[in-house]
């Protein structure tokens, strides 16, 4: 009888760790199933005023501005480049060929600079933050 309890037990547990491991599959590393798309999660998110440090401290800074050419050419932030975001994983290496290089970005509200950064990430660029967006960007804009 003792032996029949323990198979079950065991049966059990075993039924668990399965259970378990198909949910971490499933929800864990940060993947989005309703997407369908992996979203590293950036660690090297800075406020605006870090931002501006680095801008005014670093010479060999590249600026990015992930939106439309039409907000971009409205209101930039001083040296800023424009880069749209749904351009970035086929030119990237075109546009900025040193992985290496120390790189801001920046949109709107920070909803594309995220996923900009993530994807410069995910492509080999090692020195990249976000800080989010220009409207929280109290330093002046350049407008054409």
Sequence with gaps: MKANNYSLLNNRVITIAIILLGLVVLFGHGTSRASGQNETVVERRISASEAKRIMTDSANVIILDVRTEQEFRQSRIKNSVNF?????????????????????????????????????????????????????????????
């Design 84 to 144: 749209p975001v749904n351009e970035i994983k086929e030119n990237a290496s075109i546009v900025i060929p040193d992985k290496n290089a120390l790189i801001l970005v920046y949109c709107r509200s920070g909803g594309r600079s995220r996923t900009a950064a993530n994807t410069l990430i995910s492509i080999g660029y090692t020195n990249v933050y976000d800080f989010g967006g220009i409207q929280s960007w109290g330093y002046g804009t350049v407008r054409e």
